[in-house]
């Protein structure tokens, strides 16, 4: 279907970025999501490539075609709103047939087609219904409607779950990946929960204060975070940073604690940093384990039971909390000191100053 | 209606506790007599014109007031025509005979006046109804189009633009008909109906782009962004799209255009003398040919009611939710 392909894309609203300078390719029938806090500038990536906001400078490729200053209705793309847009004047079937309509369809095409798509989204019984009398859900199945219609090169989703409920939000966001399985085409979806880029992105674009943090795939971004935003931002809780000093192949945390890191990450240590140097420590909650002698130990300060497991709440010093994951079987009490050991494999470092992580070369 | 309540028991409508005590329906009914009494007075005069409109002459100046009467036409017919007295010595009887009377000329022959052609009153309403019609179409069209623009587009000095038209309401107009007069004198635009037009037009822009931009201004702008990527050019998603949804506020806007334009009686009186004379200063002028004609007055006032009547009648569900406008967050 198609590729998009982003250079040196920027916008400004006056003197401020809006976007910074992005690089970026989308490649064909991929999912990509873009996440990020608010006005982090995700929504304005995605309304520049609709075409829907003027880029400042930089260019913007469909399938190798420039469109940077193409008008939107001639870029065959699709745009899912958060608010879904559907038009209030209009039946749910003229809402659906509106694109149609522009491209001059066959009156029968247009029939045939609506019908097949209705019939994907079990929507075909609200025809002749106006968009405000619908449910959120059924109103969020009719605006995927008006998009896949038309068959366009791509799809462009700004949050189209934000305004749903939250058990409802899990059903359409299966709903719409399953979607893009079957239909295979190129989708840029825009979101702030990380849980939902998580489950549906096939890469995951994080952005933030106007700028790309990393691009990856969900793993690369929860497991291999290249900044200390993105391993704060992805994962609930986000992973536990503690900053200590790395001195001799020992690295001494706050409250009197000395870490010893692997053999690998020593060298690493080492020649990216130098020794007798500041270090951020990052490892997520279930990176961790209670073990019954030596290694770390911490005050519980707070248990808070998840279900299929536990999530302690540990005071490493007075300051420094950290989230590990505890086995739901065992009785913490508040207050009582615990040990707790770190799975090599898990552990990252940081570079206080440039708030990067080490590299693992 | 859905008459479930969450914990799945039916509420019986017609038991509502509010609704049966003694206070409530003493409150409701004190409400209910109130309204009738304001709408009584209200419309008394409205009655009193629409009587005496359809009263002959003699009734029309009895006294007391007649509240039961004979039914006549001769208000409107004799705002309408103009006549001459014919005596029985000039063969008023033999006119009566002529089998091509129609039923207007039979009311006045028995009054012992002959219809000899229309008043100069046709022809001022027809003023009226083109200046007004025409003025409301003008005003509303472009309002819209400069609403669109200010509301849509980052318009160059837009705050001192809007604030430009709307000083042009601060003043009374009659503080400027005399400059206007001598502008229009020298531009010879005196007594002509697109004298009065351009005027009125002016005149309601100013309304007519301040009410429309807030309509405009309500309509999230993401449905003519869904037309772009729907394929459609800003014209047409325009048209498509913003069109209908204005419609509420396109009915507020022609009615209050309407109703301007249609009463607007200092210019009209400044700035015309006979061809382009519209129908609210030639009204009081019947007062001077031959005796106070009180039936053709209150005709001439109904008849220049009921245009304004049907056109806010007919748009009344729009103008119902324009008037409360904005009281109303979605």
Known sequence: ?361 | MDTSNSTGREINYATRVDKVTFKSRLTRNLKAGLTVIIAIFVLIPVFWMAATAFKSRADAVAAPPKVFFQPSMEGFIGLLTQRRQVTVAQGLDDLKKDPNLKWYDRVMLNKGQQIVGTSEYVGYLKNSAITAGTSTILSVIFGLFAAYAFSRFPVAGKGDLLFFILSTRMMPPVVVTIPIFLLYRQLGLYDTTIGLVILYTVFNLSFSVWLLKGFIDEIPREYEEAALVDGYSRLQAFFKIVLPQTITGLAATTVFCLIFAWNEYAFAVMLTAQNARTAPPSIPSVLGTGGIEWAQIAAGAMGFLIPVAIVTFALRNYLLRGVTFGAVRR
């Open chain 1, 1 to 361: 279907m198609a590729t998009i392909e982003l250079k040196n894309v920027v916008k400004k609203f006056g003197e401020k970025y809006a976007v910074k300078p992005m690089n970026m390719t989308i490649n064909d029938g991929e999912f990509v999501v873009l996440l990020g806090p608010s006005g982090c500038g995700k929504t304005t990536t995605l309304r520049m490539i609709s075409g829907l906001e003027t880029v400042s400078s930089g260019n913007i490729y469909l399938n190798g075609r420039d469109v940077t200053w193409a008008h939107p209705s001639n870029r065959d793309i699709a745009y899912v709103f958060q608010f879904y847009a559907l038009y209030p004047h209009l039946t749910v079937w003229q809402n659906i047939a509106f694109t149609l309509q522009a491209q001059s369809v066959k009156k029968d095409e247009i029939e045939r087609r609506v019908k097949d798509v209705a019939t994907l989204l079990k929507i075909k019984h609200l025809f002749k219904r106006h968009p405000g009398r619908l449910s959120g859900g059924d109103q969020q199945r009719v605006a995927l409607a008006r998009a896949l219609v038309r068959r366009p090169t791509a799809f462009l989703m700004d949050e189209p779950l934000g305004a749903l409920d939250a058990d409802f939000r899990e059903t359409m966001r299966s709903e719409i990946k399953h979607l893009h399985i079957t239909q295979k085409a190129t989708t840029v979806y825009v979101t702030h929960d990380q849980i939902e880029a998580m489950a549906m992105g096939d890469r995951i674009v994080v952005m933030s204060d106007a700028a790309i943090q990393q691009i990856g795939t969900p793993a690369e971004v929860y497991h291999d975070p290249a900044n200390l935003f993105v391993a704060n931002f992805i994962g609930s809780p986000g992973m536990n940073l503690v900053k200590g000093h790395y001195r001799a192949g020992k690295l001494n945390l706050p409250g009197g604690g000395v870490y010893t890191p692997s053999d690998i990450w020593k060298t690493r240590i080492e020649k990216q940093l130098g020794d007798d140097q500041d270090v951020i420590l990052g490892f997520r909650p279930e990176a961790a384990w209670v073990v019954t002698q030596d290694q770390l130990s911490a005050e519980v300060f707070l248990v808070e039971m998840n279900g299929s497991n536990m999530m302690l709440d540990l005071h490493l010093s007075d300051q420094v909390i950290i989230r590990v994951r505890a086995n739901r079987g065992v009785n913490y009490s508040i207050g009582s000191r615990i040990n707790f050991d770190l799975d090599p494999q898990m552990v990252r470092f940081f570079n206080p100053a440039t708030e990067a992580a080490l590299v693992m070369e």
